[in-house]
């Protein structure tokens, strides 16, 4: 269930160039989001610039509210970024619907491979915790252009996740796209009793990144036989199902990123489509 809320900021800090993470107070939107859930926030009330609300992944769960992390490329993300602690600020949410981990948590072997791309990383630290929180594996790959956009990792190794990073130019990590990194990795992980680092092991990907990287991990994915649920991004108008403004082909017909998703199996979506 959603619900309109006027949270107040209690922290906006700048993690790496053009990348924040904001904390708003809501008991409301701690309590009844989940991982992979997003909320729009409305960066200027009264005003018609911005016109519409932001669509952002839930990032972190606090006790008492939630985290947002966000980058800063047009004239929304640019208002976030001037807000200041103690202001308040209107989001709708929690929206959409989130990650499945039965998959995770059916088999006492499984794991969670997560794939984030860039700001994909959003949703995803919220993933890994819950999931390092009940006791099973997690592989993290980060995929960015350059180190100095590589976010999050010291946060998910004290998590317990298993990070592995790449970066475009070479400067951290493996040198290239993150998918290739995670092609010798599934090349290792089969889905049913493989012998890995010496234990027996069961994957289930999730990713959120470009769609170009969620293509090219779909199909990797698809090739390995490991089930891949991936988080969407589009262009959002209402953000609650109404205007059809976020649709995405998929094999059963056109579906709402907003409402359906954000989060699909991989296996659903035509890639191939714009
Ligand atoms: C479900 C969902 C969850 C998201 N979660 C996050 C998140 O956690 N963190 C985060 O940083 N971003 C996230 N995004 C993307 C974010 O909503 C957009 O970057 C933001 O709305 C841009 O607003 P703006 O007013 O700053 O930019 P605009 O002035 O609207 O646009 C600036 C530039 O960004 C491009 N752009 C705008 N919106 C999108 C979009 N949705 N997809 C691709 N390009 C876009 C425009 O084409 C333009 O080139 C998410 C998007 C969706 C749909
Ligand atoms: S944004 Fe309106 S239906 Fe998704």
Not at 1 to 25: C, G, L, Q, T, Y
Not at 205 to 218: D, K, S, W
Request: proline letters at 4%; a positive charge; one cysteine or more.
């Amino acid at each position: 269930m959603k619900k309109s809320v006027n949270a107040r900021i209690v922290s906006n800090r700048r993690i790496a160039p053009d990348h924040f993470v904001m904390e708003v107070k809501s008991v409301w939107l701690s309590r009844n989001s989940s991982p992979g859930q997003f909320v729009a926030v409305r960066a200027r009330e009264n005003a018609t610039d911005p016109l519409l609300r932001i669509p952002l992944g839930v990032h972190a769960i606090r006790k008492k509210g939630i985290r947002l992390l966000y980058k800063v490329v047009g004239s929304g993300t640019k208002l976030l970024m001037s807000k200041r602690k103690g202001e308040r600020i209107n989001i709708l949410g929690p929206l959409g619907n989130g990650f499945d981990l039965t998959p995770v948590f059916r088999e006492k072997d499984s794991r969670a491979v997560i794939v984030a791309g860039g700001h994909g990383i959003a949703p995803l630290y919220e993933l890994a915790r819950v999931v390092t929180r009940g006791k099973k594996k997690v592989d993290f790959f980060i995929g960015a252009g350059t180190k100095k956009h590589v976010v999050c990792s010291k946060e998910l190794r004290k998590l317990g996740a298993k990070v592995h990073v790449a970066t475009e130019d070479g400067s951290m990590g493996h040198k290239g796209y993150v998918t290739d990194l995670l092609k010798k990795h599934l090349k290792q992980v089969k889905r049913y009793g493989t012998r890995v680092q010496g234990y027996r092991s069961r994957a289930t990907i999730y990713a959120c990144g470009p769609r170009p990287m969620l293509a090219a991990l779909a199909k990797n994915a698809k090739r390995s036989g490991v089930p891949a649920q991936v988080s969407l991004d589009a262009y959002m108008a209402c953000g609650i199902g109404a205007c059809l403004g976020c649709v995405v082909r998929t094999v059963d017909g056109y579906r709402r990123v907003c409402k359906d998703g954000p989060v699909f199996d991989a296996r659903e979506i035509v890639w191939e489509s714009a």
